[in-house]
Every structure is written in C-alpha cells, then in structure tokens.
C-alpha cells in the first residue's frame, strides 16, 4: 500500500473497488485545520468523474500500469488497430478509450496505452497533432490583430476553430485534449 505521498497527477488508484487516474492532485492546509489531499480522478470503465478528499499519510491501493507507445494503423468498426512496435502484435482498443482527442488522429501515429497484465484500460492520442486545412472560407490578408475566427475542416474531418487569415492546403497545430487550434506549422 502507499500513501499520500506517493500519489501525483497521472497515477492510477484503486478507488471504491473501481479503477481510477488521478487528474488533479493538491495539497491544502485550510487555516487552523489538518492537512488534506483534494483529488479529482476519472473512472477508468465509465468516463466519469469523481472528486475525494484523502487525509494526509492516508493509505491509497496504487495500481501498477504498464504504459506502452503504440502505432495507431487503421479503424475496424468501434476499435482502433494498433501495433505494438517491439513484438508487431496488432491490439484492439475501444474507440472510446481515446476521448474526444479520436477525431483528429491520423494512420501510423504513434498513442499511448496503458495495460494492466495484458487488458488495455486506458489509451490517449497525442497531446498535439499537425494537420492540413482541406476546407474553410477563404482568408483575408493581413487580418492578425483580431482574435476572429471561422470554422476549418482539417482532414480527418474534425470541424476546428481557425483565426481569419488561414487558407486551404496550410498545416495546423491542434491540441487533442481540447481541440483548440494552436498555431500554423510552417
């Protein structure tokens, strides 16, 4: 078992019997109180979000995770096929494992999974991808000192915000966990 201290952002518990990463990890002194860890986790199985207070030095069931770079290759229905790079064993993951970040994912990228033994229980795109605009209204020149913007489609077909000055066929920087536009690729 450990305890408080051995707990940071990106960890994963075992929590009311169910798996959980930590997504926010602080430690507070209110006033003339004890000390305490606020945490804000998601459920692995479920998506949802739970917040818990923990005493400090309390003991936490900390759960060994096996994180893997994988490259992604092709969509089969709901999965996603990927490819361990050292054994060449193509693994199945639920689409639903990658979030809102599955849009903007492309073929041969490389993403991260977590296994516990041989299960796959958590995976997540890359934190920013480069793509190309395939359609948006043509921009106007010049326009940079406005914070205007107008809807892009990028080609994995996701729908991104994009300043006014971006024009068809340039590269982008997208933040997946967003999906904010980030700056041009040059």
Same mark, same amino acid.
């Given at each position: 078992?450990?305890?408080?201290?051995?707990?940071?952002?990106?960890?994963?518990?075992?929590?009311?019997?169910?798996?959980?990463?930590?997504?926010?990890?602080?430690?507070?002194?209110?006033?003339?109180?004890?000390?305490?860890?606020?945490?804000?986790?998601?459920?692995?199985?479920?998506?949802?979000?739970?917040?818990?207070?923990?005493?400090?030095?309390?003991?936490?069931?900390?759960?060994?995770?096996?994180?893997?770079?994988?490259?992604?290759?092709?969509?089969?229905?709901?999965?996603?096929?990927?490819?361990?790079?050292?054994?060449?064993?193509?693994?199945?993951?639920?689409?639903?494992?990658?979030?809102?970040?599955?849009?903007?994912?492309?073929?041969?990228?490389?993403?991260?999974?977590?296994?516990? =033994? #041989? &299960?796959?229980?958590?995976?997540?795109? *890359?934190? /920013? !991808? $480069?793509?190309?605009? %395939?359609?948006?209204? @043509?921009?106007?020149? =010049? #326009? &940079?000192?406005?914070?205007?913007?107008? *809807?892009? /489609? !990028? $080609?994995?077909?996701? %729908?991104?915000?994009? @300043?006014?000055?971006?024009?068809?066929?340039?590269?982008?920087?997208?933040?997946?966990? /967003?999906? $904010?536009?980030?700056?041009?690729?040059?």
């Amino acid at each position: 078992m450990a305890t408080t201290q051995d707990v940071n952002i990106g960890t994963f518990i075992r929590f009311n019997g169910d798996l959980c990463v930590i997504i926010e990890w602080q430690h507070r002194t209110p006033g003339n109180l004890r000390a305490f860890y606020q945490a804000k986790m998601r459920n692995i199985k479920n998506g949802k979000l739970a917040e818990n207070r923990f005493r400090s030095g309390e003991e936490i069931e900390v759960v060994r995770v096996e994180m893997k770079p994988l490259q992604y290759l092709y969509k089969d229905g709901n999965n996603l096929v990927c490819m361990d790079n050292e054994t060449f064993e193509q693994i199945y993951i639920e689409e639903s494992y990658f979030g809102e970040g599955v849009k903007f994912m492309k073929e041969n990228m490389e993403v991260n999974a977590a296994f516990e =033994g #041989d &299960t796959v229980i958590y995976a997540e795109p *890359p934190k /920013t !991808v $480069e793509l190309e605009i %395939t359609y948006t209204e @043509p921009g106007i020149r =010049g #326009d &940079t000192a406005t914070k205007t913007l107008k *809807p892009a /489609t !990028v $080609e994995t077909g996701a %729908t991104v915000s994009i @300043p006014l000055f971006l024009n068809v066929g340039e590269r982008i920087k997208i933040d997946t966990r /967003t999906g $904010e536009y980030m700056e041009r690729v040059k």
